[in-house]
């Protein structure tokens, strides 16, 4: 539902089964159903649960969940909280999210971190 690749795309329905996913702890599904209340695509936009959500899979591991995250803790709907961005950068940097090496040098040049 969330592509339209074998089914209609169809995001309402995307996330009702991302949430079913997400209430089993499943962080795939979690980083999945934050990018949708991010964007407000789906059912709402709702920023605070995209973090809530993010903060959970990042805590799962999902190295995406923490780079959203940061993000969001770096901009000014979600932040700035840029120490825990910082840490969150670390993290995802270190399992190979390059877009969160950059904004780490970023926040470094800044000398923000």
Known sequence: ????????????????WYQR???????PAQ??????YEKGTGDEKSLPKAISLYKKAADAG???AMH???D???GPEGGPKVQEATELFK????????????????LYGRGMA
């Open 21 to 27: 996913a997400a209430d089993s702890d499943l962080a």
């Open 91 to 106: 993290k995802a940097g270190s399992l190979g999210v390059q877009d969160s090496q950059f904004n780490l040098g970023i």
């Open 62 to 64: 999902n190295a995406r």
């Open 31 to 36: 980083f999945r159903l934050a990018s949708l």
């Open 68 to 70: 959203n995250l940061a």
């Open 72 to 74: 969001l803790y770096t």
């Open 1 to 16: 539902y969330n592509e339209g690749k074998l089914l209609e795309k169809d995001l309402n329905t995307a996330a009702e």
